[in-house]
């Protein structure tokens, strides 16, 4: 996050777009450092509570929601369609639901050594091509869509750089303090794109996650304690069949390649 600063400090850019960014970046990134700092400093094992957690994550999201909706549109894109549909009134609750799945979707990719950085890595870099894409459509203002780029490269920068000491086995570790505040900037740049709806193609790990997590716990209370999956989220679950973490890493950037492949190919359509 520092580097980003960092970045966008150096390039001297005036585009609020972007600054937006950063701070709601910085505030889901200060959101894991708390918690992060409970399991550490406090010695609880928990950090902050599920409510607490929660709750100031709907708080950044209803701004956000409430900025967007203000100063730039109420309508979602549809994926291969080229159909903008008008939410009106949902559009605030429907970024609410989108960032904190977004959000916890990367924090509960982060379980295993270079999994979540790789997997967003890809997904940052494929912003990178989106803005890139609509900067020269002129589909959303030129400062904008410049700034937006070098705002999803910056972050492909930092996490190249964490990679090199977060692969296996890895030396420095993300934590919720990462990975949240990577949910909240990958949750930007498709709200600045106007691609959510797309999020759930490139993004398919994070939903893997997601929806594996679900299915275990309405699994276990619903059905007397039995459980679908070995152990969730659902790379856990691969480890527990015998695969090694290095090989789940590489199958999960893998297919994030060409989840993004077929995000990028919405666009020409």
């Known amino acids: 996050m520092l580097a980003m600063i960092a970045v966008w400090l150096l390039l001297g850019m ?12 910085l505030s889901f990134g200060l959101v894991g450092f708390v918690d ?14 599920a409510i607490e957690k929660l709750g100031f994550q709907v708080i950044f999201a209803v701004m956000l929601a409430f900025y967007v909706s203000r100063n730039m549109r109420t309508s979602v894109w549809i994926p291969f369609t080229g159909v903008y549909f008008e939410l009106g009134w949902m559009f605030v609750p429907f970024v609410v639901f989108f960032v904190l799945s977004v959000v916890n979707g990367v924090n509960l ?3 295993l050594d270079g999994l979540a950085t790789g997997v967003s890595f ?14 020269s459509s002129g ?17 492909c920068g930092c996490l190249l750089g964490f990679l090199r000491y977060n692969v296996f086995p890895a030396k420095v570790f993300m934590g919720d303090t990462g990975s949240l505040a990577l949910g909240g900037a990958i949750s930007y740049m ?10 759930p193609i490139i993004g398919g790990c994070f939903v893997a996650s997601v929806v594996s997590v679900i299915m275990q716990v309405l699994s276990y209370k619903l059905r007397n304690g039995r459980r679908v999956l070995k152990m969730a989220p659902l790379h856990h679950h691969f480890e527990l069949c015998g695969m090694k973490e290095t090989r789940v890493v590489l199958m999960y950037v893998a297919a994030t390649v060409v989840f993004c492949l077929i995000g990028l190919l919405s666009l020409t359509l």
């Open 139 to 155: 589909i959303i203002p030129l400062q904008n869509a410049n700034g937006m780029m070098i705002f999803a490269s910056g972050f």
């Open 36 to 49: 992060d700092y409970i399991k550490v400093a406090k010695k609880r094992s928990l950090g902050l509570r």
């Open 122 to 135: 890809i997904i940052c870099a494929t912003y990178a091509i989106i803005f890139y894409h609509l900067s």
């Open 14 to 25: 005036d585009s609020i777009v972007v600054l937006v960014g950063l701070l709601f970046t």
């Open 109 to 111: 990719t982060d379980g």
């Open 190 to 199: 498709a709200l600045m794109s106007n691609t959510t709806l797309l999020i």
